[in-house]
């Protein structure tokens, strides 16, 4: 396609398919304009709608809302706290069970995968719901809490208990394909060598699966920083204190302070759009690792 | 393996990794299904099936349903662009697919709730139309869409990447047409792939809380869901009854992900 | 049906697959594309099928231009390389799927099913699934749901590609056969000599893009038109040397060769097929040259001979029929003196010529 000029955008099919694969030219045309248009009534014209009406009356509302409200900031302050452990909690997980279950056989392992994937399919209010019954007040644990003066409800140990359940199997199940693809010659090798776990762990493995992490890293912070029904049930809801980010906004908007609601949404949403751009750097880079090692397999085989 | 024997680390990180699923997962679901089951069968019963909650689940299953069938057109729709044409903005597009992942809930309530209410963009045109956008049944379909939209284009994308050219030629010189060729060459390749989105759009419709509060006005017996009603219950302090209807959920989510798995294994299954 | 193809080119690209490619398959004949990979002749095929469309030139089956025609109107039978069945389907249902789009009622395509099941020998297994048969099997599932459509023409790429050795030569025998019964004009692609060479009535073959050559087995094999066709067809000695005065000479070989009559002295090559190099304890013949025999294999019909000629700088590949080779006595570093019987002489520019000496 290198001989089209740069200023003709291309209509049409893909390079590589063949005659066989063709539609008639108004079904193609039909087809992208359904496409493009349902991305623009559901996706884009939502996201630009948010910042328009957060900026609606310019910058300055909006810098107003974000750090002269004590409790929105002290709602951004919570969640960076929140997050971020819950997340370095899943990371510890998931290089654990990764390790564990791409590099050895042993029974059970993949009921240990279909455990891991059991928070996708639980009700983010349901995943509260479940903690209240051990550690609510008139939990199974409530009693022993109460003696020890722990409020759990509202504490943000219990925010950040509940945003870990949620977003348990992100970093895993990004691990496990790279693990798997990768294979354990590497680490074998190392071994053999005289090297001793950590060194293995540090010089081998870490640097073979960075991009796969730092991507399971981004896709489990944008869940924690997000999540609302988990952390609904078991915050107080008391501003300045118990509420995440999202549960500000929805604070806000109860409040009838709907601008201040989307200007805390502005940030949010311009968090995803940083997600999802960082999202897109990181797949280039796994592609392009997980690539270079099927060329380097493919010439072994061919040597042989 | 032979790693097996080699490699360091089994009993540390094998035993971490339970005792952590075993904290963070396995008794927190025992717990559930243990108060769920310290109901006699009657009151069971009546926290599930009394009216609200009927209503309630009524609402949350044919939403999500009816938003999982229209992401399934949709997403295949998408994947179906995004593999075979090339047109401006194609890799902008495929990242934006992403984007109801990325994106809190809450945030897509909000936006929702606000874009087809009386002032919003769409609701303006929408609402005098005699469509109601707004905090009804149509409104949580919209977002539940919106928020389940990338797994059917995610699950079908790679599969349709990786569809044989041959198999269309074949089709093309046995004579059919490129409809027939679609309709029984290229759905049934791709049928696991939408079986598999449908049903984790499904599920993620029933548990999905943060945007459908937002948007659905939540009135009872109308537009009140399942997982708000747990809510509800819970500041009633009704535990039972609330782990009583979490149990509801949680059953149709686990049938989810058992046809999710079995149609992975199927699908790995037909492979070569 | 014939298939008429006049002065074909097409383009991917900068890469030309063919290259003013002009051929005839007489109806009813069994024909081989032959050529390395990235000679044409899948395009060729694919551009015959309606796969694929020319840059230029015609197709045309009998006296009907089809050039511009879908592969639907083609109605031709293709057999893929990996056969591209469909794999939701049963057996019975791929074969059927021909039928099934034209919408044929029950009453017939169940017993043309049957019947082609029969006919490429998998009665019984018409309720299995592709992913439970083995390479052959599926081969031939294959060539019965292109025939299932009555197609003008059957079309087959590498059809034995993906098929181990002891299969692929089973089938050849019976695609052959199948051929005999049926007798729709059939083109197949190869890049195996031996199997177009078993297999079909013409050869045809292709390199570059062109047509290297086209005609019988016997007469591509007896009379190859050019180094390309000697050297592809088979194992050959290759003797590099000079021509003058109506003589090649070959270091101390020397062929007759009086299309070279000039004075002037030439680069050129000859090619000596393996059994057309005659061995003796002694100097014989006209001109011969001497050896070491290096390796002896008499497994097979014929024993073969690796000879190291010093001389020459390498091994000489020699076939000799078992008589001769017991009646010699020969073994493993005997000295040996070898002179060919027949050499095909090529001279850059000028056209082969063959010599009995």
């Known amino acids: 396609m290198h001989s089209l000029p740069r200023h003709a955008p291309k209509v049409g099919l893909a390079a590589g398919t063949r005659n066989a694969q063709h ?121 022993l809490l109460e003696s020890y003066d722990f409020q759990f409800v509202g504490s943000w140990i219990a925010l950040v208990l509940v945003t870990t359940f949620v977003t348990l199997p992100f970093v895993v199940r990004e691990l496990i394909p790279v693990m798997e693809a990768i294979g354990p010659d590497e680490e074998i090798a190392a071994i053999s060598l005289g090297a001793n776990g ?56 109860e409040s009838y302070k709907t601008e201040g609601a989307f200007a805390v949404a502005a940030v949010l949403a311009l968090l995803s759009l940083i997600t999802l751009a960082i999202k897109i750097a990181l797949e280039h880079k796994t592609q392009a690792d997980l690539n270079e090692l099927a060329q380097a397999k493919a010439e072994v085989e061919a040597a042989e | ?129 005699g469509i109601p956008t707004a905090n009804s049944w149509l409104a949580i379909v919209l977002v539940l869409s919106f928020i389940g939209l990338p797994f059917v284009v995610r699950a079908v994308q790679p599969v349709l990447e990786g569809i044989d050219a041959e198999l269309e030629e074949a089709a093309a010189c046995l004579g059919a047409t490129r409809w027939q060729t679609f309709t029984k060459v290229l759905l049934p390749t791709l049928y696991p792939a939408l079986v598999t989105g449908f049903a984790l759009t499904f599920a993620r419709g029933i548990g999905e809380y943060g945007s459908v509060i937002f948007v659905s006005g939540n009135r009872q017996f109308q537009t009140e869901i399942a997982p708000f009603l747990i809510v509800v219950r819970l500041e009633e302090f009704a535990y039972a009854e609330a782990t009583a209807i979490a149990s509801v959920l949680l059953f149709a989510s686990f049938c989810m992900l058992g046809l999710i798995n079995f149609m992975e294994r199927k699908t790995m299954g037909s492979g070569h | 049906m014939s298939i008429v193809i006049k002065n074909l080119t097409k383009r991917f690209g900068s890469m030309v697959a063919l290259n003013d490619v002009c051929f005839e398959a007489p109806a009813g004949e069994l024909l081989a594309l032959l050529g390395p990979s990235g000679s044409g002749k899948t395009t060729l095929l694919r ?14 089956f009998e006296n009907e231009d089809v050039t511009h025609r879908s592969p639907k109107e083609r109605q031709v039978g293709f057999v893929f390389q990996h056969y591209a069945l ?73 059809p034995f590609g993906a ?121 014989f013949a006209k001109s ?27 091994a000489l590949n020699v076939d000799l029929d078992h008589d001769r080779f017991s009646a010699l006595g020969l073994a493993s570093g005997d000295m040996i003196y070898v002179s060919p019987r027949r050499a095909r002489v090529f001279v850059p520019e000028t056209t082969e010529v063959d010599y009995s000496i």
């Not at chain 1, 069970?97 to 994937?117: H, K, N, V, Y």
């Not at chain 3, 090619?271 to 002694?282: F, G, I, Q």
């Open chain 1, 23 to 143: 539609e008639p030219l108004w079904l193609q045309y039909a087809l992208i304009t359904a496409a493009v248009s349902t991305m623009l009534v559901l996706v884009v014209v939502p996201v630009i709608y948010v910042f328009a009406v957060a900026f609606q009356k310019g910058v300055g509302p909006v810098i107003q809302v974000l750090f002269r409200d004590a409790d929105t900031l002290s709602s951004f302050y919570l969640t960076g706290i929140v997050a971020p452990v819950a997340v370095i909690a899943n990371v510890l997980f998931g290089l654990a069970a990764a390790w564990t279950i791409t590099r050895f056989r042993f029974p059970g392992r993949a009921l240990l995968t279909t455990i891991i994937d059991l928070p996708f399919a639980v009700s983010p209010v349901v995943a509260g719901l479940m903690l209240l019954l051990i550690l609510g007040r008139r939990g199974y644990l409530g009693p």
């Open chain 1, 198 to 253: 950590w060194q293995m762990f540090w010089r081998i493995t870490l640097p073979n699966i960075k991009w796969g992490l730092l991507y399971g890293i981004i896709l489990c912070s944008a869940r924690a920083i997000g999540e609302f029904g988990a952390a609904y049930v078991v915050s107080s809801r008391v501003s300045g204190e118990s509420e995440t980010v999202p549960l500000r906004v929805q604070k806000l908007l």
């Open chain 2, 1 to 129: 393996m032979s790693s097996k024997r080699v490699l360091p680390g089994l009993p540390f990180s094998l035993s971490f990794s339970l005792i952590y699923l075993l904290l963070m997962v396995i008794i927190p679901l025992t717990a559930c299904l243990f108060a769920a089951s310290s109901l006699t069968p009657a009151q069971f019963l009546k926290a599930v099936w009394d009216e609200r909650a009927r209503c309630a689940y009524w609402v949350t299953f044919s939403c999500s349903a009816a938003a999982a069938v229209v992401d399934t057109f949709l997403g295949l729709l998408l994947a179906w662009v995004l593999v075979r044409y090339e047109f401006p903005g194609k890799r902008l597009m495929d990242s934006l697919v992403d984007l109801p992942f990325a994106m809190p809930t809450a945030v897509a309530g909000l936006v929702y709730s606000a874009l087809y209410s009386q002032n919003g963009w769409f609701g303006r045109v929408l609402l005098p139309l």
């Open chain 3, 47 to 60: 551009v015959i099928a309606g796969l694929e469309f020319a840059d230029v030139g015609t197709v045309k």
């Open chain 3, 86 to 158: 469909f794999r939701h389907m049963t057996v019975f249902e791929n074969v059927a799927f021909g039928l099934r789009v034209r919408h044929r009622p029950n009453s017939e395509v169940t017993p043309r099913v049957m019947q082609l099941l029969e006919l490429v020998r998998l009665g019984g297994l018409e309720k299995r699934y592709p992913s439970q048969l083995s390479g052959g099997q599926r081969q031939r599932v294959a060539l019965a749901r292109a025939l299932a459509v009555q197609p003008r023409m059957l079309l087959l790429d590498e």
């Open chain 3, 163 to 283: 098929l181990d050795a002891k299969v692929r030569a089973e089938l050849r025998q019976w695609l052959r056969q199948l051929h005999e019964e049926i007798h729709v004009t059939t083109v197949f692609v190869t890049h195996d000599q031996e199997e177009a060479f078993e297999v079909a009535d013409r050869v045809v073959v292709m390199q570059k893009g062109r047509i290297e050559q086209s005609g019988s087995p016997q007469e591509v094999f007896d009379h190859p038109a050019s180094p390309f066709v000697m050297d592809f067809i088979g194992n050959v000695n290759v003797f590099h040397g000079r021509v003058q005065h109506g003589k090649a000479h070959m270091g101390s070989l020397q062929i007759d060769y009086p299309d070279y009559p000039q004075a002037e002295s030439r680069e050129a090559t000859a090619y000596v097929r393996p059994h057309e190099l005659d061995v003796d304890k002694a100097p």
């Open chain 3, 288 to 314: 011969s040259i001497c050896g070491r025999i290096t390796q002896v294999n008499p497994a097979g019909s014929l024993a073969k001979l690796r000879i190291w000629s010093d001389e020459f700088g390498m």
